[in-house]
């Protein structure tokens, strides 16, 4: 069984592949540790692991995987992935972006792919039928543009989205305008870029993953299919392709 850890900005996700690729289990954890790799391949007959991260990785994780893994890859612009990416600085590439460029490509094969991932940021990422991957976006995410209509005004207080809460088309008070100014902002976002793909290509398939992914599949009205482990059903195929 193969073991794919996320490490993103606020949370670390983990999952459990078997050999087929089946996902056997997903976790989320708030920290993750060494403790935690321990446990792991004491609950599953792990054999081999990846682990990709956007924060400084802490060397006692890498170390505990790396002594338990038959295989083991840490995850970064060198690593060899199955499609081609065609950044221009690869090295500054998010590697969950990567990751989740190579699951679109991995469930989709020979489809030009838009892949949105609605994070602590919001990326926009294109993959082409020939397996390129071709560069992306990045924009604010969800509570960035919240706290930064608190942070950059002087009266507009912090208000948070609750998911599946309906948000108005037009607020009728401060906290409501904020809502649907963001949430609705985030929405017609979306889909001006499903909108511009559909004006460039005849046909193209659209992946939503991410943590605040349901936000925007309540208001988009497109087809789009929704992977909530994209990113780790990438790093699967990732560590499968460099055994």
């Keep these: 069984m193969n073991l794919c850890i996320d490490q993103g900005n606020s949370r670390t996700k983990v999952a459990v592949f078997r050999e087929n690729g089946r996902l056997v289990k ?3 954890y708030k920290t993750f540790t060494s403790a935690d790799v321990e446990r792991l391949f004491q609950l599953y007959p792990l054999s081999d692991s990846i682990i990709s991260s956007v924060v400084n ?6 170390n505990a995987l790396h002594r338990l893994s038959r295989t083991f890859v840490l995850f970064d612009h060198n690593t060899p992935v199955p499609i081609v990416n065609d950044y221009d600085t ?11 460029a190579v699951g679109a490509a991995g469930l989709c094969d020979n489809e030009n792919l838009l892949i949105i991932d609605v994070g602590s940021a919001i990326t926009y990422d294109c993959v082409t039928e020939d397996g390129h991957f071709i560069g992306g976006n990045i924009a604010p995410g969800l509570k960035m543009r919240f706290a930064s ?11 948070e989205a609750e ?8 607020g009728k008070n401060t906290k409501d305008a904020i809502k649907a100014g963001v949430v609705r902002g985030i929405v017609f ?6 909108r511009a793909m559909k004006e460039r290509l005849e046909h193209f ?3 939503i993953t991410g943590g605040n992914a349901p936000f925007v599949l309540n208001g988009v009205n497109e087809e789009v299919r929704h992977e909530k482990n994209l990113v780790l059903i990438g790093l699967n195929k990732i560590l499968e392709y460099n055994k």
């Design 57 to 62: 990785l802490e060397p006692s994780v890498v």
């Design 189 to 194: 976002e979306v889909k001006g870029y499903i």
């Design 205 to 207: 398939q659209t992946f």
């Design 90 to 100: 690869p090295e500054t590439l998010g590697q969950d972006r990567l990751a989740a």
């Design 163 to 170: 998911e599946g809460e309906l948000i108005p088309l037009f």
């Design 26 to 28: 997903s976790l989320v």
């Design 149 to 159: 209509l608190r942070e950059k005004t002087k009266k507009l207080p912090l208000v």
